[in-house]
């Protein structure tokens, strides 16, 4: 008795509540923008008409704190002890979804139970997440061992391949997240660059390839900027990795001069592919400092002229297999995953409309429900993906901007809590939350902005729909359970 | 745990990403909110739909209530560009009853701003317009296969009468001039075009109403915004009544038939226009409907000029009618007194000036001159007038003081009648002389004004206005088409007298010899027993045949009706004139036609005059 009234006290006193109240807070934003996305000029305000979806989000949202307290009330090791049973569970779920789902917009994705249709992807992220930090946080864990490492990535990539065969790229690149908290884990930085600069050189590379540059023609401003990138990495790599200012004098110098000379010479006295000087000059480059490696005698050289020869490879096959070795549906995957397609109404209709409903919002916005970009459907998706327009269009700049304090409050808590952890385990786990709430938000935000590439893929809290949010919510108080209970072991 | 440790400062590179993304977001979020306006007109332009609601135009009746002109509703296609998704241009082009090159000339001409400046690809555009009932219910069955196009409802001119074309005027379609001069209109808007339609629009137009709609990204109406707060009930035009008789104007058009000219009538004590008659004429019901435009090009083709508005709009030699006006400012300068005669051996004859007269007594006093149009008394009445040298000092300042008081009568200016185009007619003056004869033009250079030729020019609404100011012995109001215009009261412009120069007595005389021509001198065929009519012939020389005149009033006291007559080329003022203005005069003060004034009024229309195709 007096163990377990020990235990209440220690439950209330030890939960971090700063997480729960932006947790309340976002919440209730969050309703208050499906209100006003889903709201109809014609119909009179029925919010809590279980019909509409804002009467329908209060009942997620009322489940989810119910789901939020049976979490907090169980005991934070079953989640260590039972990881990887759950994962398990969750990726013979995952690989039979396709087989059980119904077809929603091309969807594989969701389970009818009922009433109600659940998306299992949704609830992989924490499955992956406990299972990931289970695995890492054993004794004899080392992420510098090969295989260590690759047993990793394989949990990290499974759920991600089970996802992509229900036809949600966007959700499935959601675990590329992960990566971010195997950086903090020491995975080395240069994995975690060189796959960012991967991401970067695909997305600049095939979603401008038939852009011409500055007026030339027969220049490509994706190839342009990424044959730039590779040659402003590798003078930055050698700025930082070795010591002699020459040879990056050199690389920066001749490298950005004939660059600037050839575009120059393209633009106002012959036009040619300007792309093709710059590939001789990181093909000069690559020579030289694998001369140099060989000369002074340092590895590093070698590797970051390997860095750039891999880039360049990158590049040009990722064009090339694109192009040539996708099937075109394939093609048509990536291609609507860039904006490219999935446009109704000519180039970047959609996020056009999302722009000029933000832009339309000014410093206060056009108040709660007053906010005509949205109500009258010109911004697609607008209650779940793009529900961050409504926000931008009814509440303005200010309502922005709190929304995204909010969200950097809760990503800088979670950072908090997870280094205050006293075992891997929680800290691997917070991590992992706190990199998949920050990538919905960059992605998230970022598409409605105009910034980054049209993802599909809910803005937590916020968007409308059970799945996201019970999955959000698990994500979230699983951790702040683990957290709870984190001087449990001290005491003892 | 030390391999923890190890790596934790990575902690704040995470947490400097997240900051930096949230940063990057927090000032792309204030450019796109607070840098520009651009958004917003979008997202208003995107959202709100205006849809115009046009009032009914004012109708326009006789002032004996007559309707005669009024409103009939009528359809008109628009088209939004960019809602036009997947439009089967064919089966769009059969339902209408257009070819395909028609609807590919039509799309261009809707594009191309500069033949219509206010085109969006968002807005309705006007694709066809005036289809009629029948064609709009067999097209709005199908107007459902064809997104992008709408149907307006509008009305339509409808004249009741085949009459009155230039006085009632037209409407049409604005162009890009209207739209430039008044934001009041739009791209595919009406206006009035000629007559009262015209100078009336304001009082008729009433003013668009707008009703501001919510669409969605569908393009469907989504209801008011905010309730109907914001929008405006259209106020429908206000309706005129015109001074115009429509039996008397009815009877003018029968009596010029197959000829050139013009009857003005006034009544004296109002200054509002009776009847106002240009020949040739056309039927006003052409000018409405699709059919406007073709029919409007053959009557601009004419060689007779059907179009113009002779009455307003053409400048005559008045001929011996200006005598009257002579005659009066002669007494008032005192050159010559009633009992002044002046010898008239078949014309004017002076230093080798020879002016032509027909045979009568000789010398004559004024009561008797203007009875037979002497041109010698006039002429003699005019070399006085500039050669007296004790009253003026040179020739200029004499005939500075003549054309006072020709423009006090009404003369040279504008008289400012509501309708538009009307001409001033010309009335000499000392600087045009002194310009076109050089400094050394004496009274004979100029002695044909006198009678009326010469560089003198009238419309004949100029010579109506005389025959009123002389029933009115001395003043004249602003002659109007318009009596009344609903819930407004009259312009004061046309309730103000405008007095000459001429005293009232000076104008008795001049009314006595009036009178005189109709007992006994040119005007006889005028002469009645039932009222007393005042009258003066006019037979204005020009290149080709005479142009017949008449003006005249009745009854001479307490008059009801000036009227002027002007037959381009039909002889003597006696011949057309003269019988054209009695038989207008009969109509108005007795109702009614006799059967012998009907008679001829039947002959009178039947007579033709042949014009040459190169003369007006």
Known sequence: MAQANDKQTGLLGSVDWFTIVIYIALLALGWMSVCGATYNFDQGLNFFDFDTRSGMQIVWIATSFLLALVVLSIDERIFDSFSYIIYALLMLLLLATPFLAHNIKGSMSWIKIGPFSLQPAEFAKFATALCVAKYMSHQDYNIARWGHFLVTCLLIITPMVLIVMQRETGSAL??????????????????????????????????????????????????????????????????????????????????????????????????????????????????????????RRMARYAYIGLFALGALAFHYSANFVLDNVMEPHQQTRIRVLLGMEDDPRGAGYNVIQAKIAIGSGGLRGKGFLNGTQTKLKYVPEQDTDFIFCTVGEEEGFLGCAVVLTLFLALILRLIHLSERQPYAFGRIYGYSVMSIFLFHVFINVGMVLGLTPVIGIPLPFFSYGGSSLWGFTLLLFIFLRIDAGRNRFIRK | MENDRQFSNRKYVIGGVAVVIILIYLVRLFSLQLMSDDFKRNADSNAFLKRIQYPARGAISDREGRLLVYNQPAYDIMVVMSEMEDVDTLDLCQSLGIDREWFDRRMVEIKDRSRNPGYSSYTQQLFMNQLSTEEFSSFQEKLFRFPGFYIQKRNIRQYAYPNAAHILGDVGEVGPADIEADDYYQSGDYIGKQGVERSYERQLRGEKGVEILLRDARGRIKGNYQDGKFDRQPVPGKNLTLSIDLELQQLGERLMRHKLG????????????????????????????????????????????????????????????????????????????????????????????????????????????????????????????????????????????????????????????????????????????????????????????????????????????????????????????????????LDTLFTRRHHTMVSKRNYEYVVEGMRRAVTSGTCRTANNPWYEVCGKTGTAQNRGHDHSVFMGFAPKDNPQIAVAVYVENGGWGATFGVPIGALIMEKFIQGQLSAASEARAQSIENKVIHYGTSKR
């Open chain 2, 262 to 489: 013009s009857i003005v009538a006034i009544e004296p004590s109002t200054g509002e226009i009776l009847c106002m008659v240009s020949s040739p004429t056309f039927d006003p019901r052409i000018m409405v409907g699709r059919q406007r435009g073709k029919n409007h090009q053959a009557l601009s083709a004419d060689p007779h000029l059907p179009l113009l508005n002779r009455a307003i709009n053409g400048t005559y030699p008045p001929g011996s009618t200006f005598k009257t006006s002579q005659a009066l400012t002669f007494l008032e300068e005192g050159i010559i007194t009633p009992q002044t005669a002046y010898p008239c051996n078949h014309g004017f004859h002076y230093r080798g000036m020879r002016v032509g007269c027909h045979g009568h007594g000789s010398p004559l006093p004024l009561i008797p001159a203007i009875g037979t149009s002497c041109n010698g008394y006039f002429c003699w009445g005019l070399y006085y007038m500039l050669s007296n040298r004790k009253k003026y000092n040179n020739i200029q300042e004499a005939m500075t003081r003549w054309k006072d008081y020709m423009v006090s009568m009404g003369f040279g200016y504008k008289l400012n009648v509501d309708l538009p185009g009307e001409k001033r007619g010309m009335i000499p003056n000392a600087d045009f002389y002194d310009r076109h004869l050089g400094r050394t033009w004496n009274p004979l250079s100029v002695i044909s004004i006198s009678i009326g030729q010469g560089e003198v020019t009238l419309t004949p609404l100029q010579i109506a206005n005389l025959g009123a100011t002389i029933a009115n012995r001395g003043y004249y109001l602003t002659p109007h088409i318009v009596r009344e215009v609903q819930g407004e009261p």
């Open chain 1, 174 to 295: 959601v675990y590329l997240a992960f990566f971010l908290m195997l950086y903090r884990e020491g995975m080395p930085g240069s994995i975690l660059f060189a796959g960012v600069s991967a991401v970067l050189f695909f997305v600049v590379g095939v979603r401008f390839a038939d852009v011409p540059l500055w007026g030339i023609q027969a220049t490509s401003t994706g190839g342009f900027w990424v044959l730039l990138l590779i040659q402003f990495f590798a003078v930055v790599l050698l700025r930082v990795y070795t010591r002699h200012l020459g040879p990056v004098l050199m690389v920066a110098g001749y490298g950005l001069g004939l660059t600037v000379a050839a575009l120059c010479f393209s633009k106002y006295v012959l036009p040619f592919d300007v792309t093709w000087v710059q590939l001789l000059l990181l093909c000069a480059t690559i020579a030289y400092l694998l001369i140099l490696a060989l000369r």
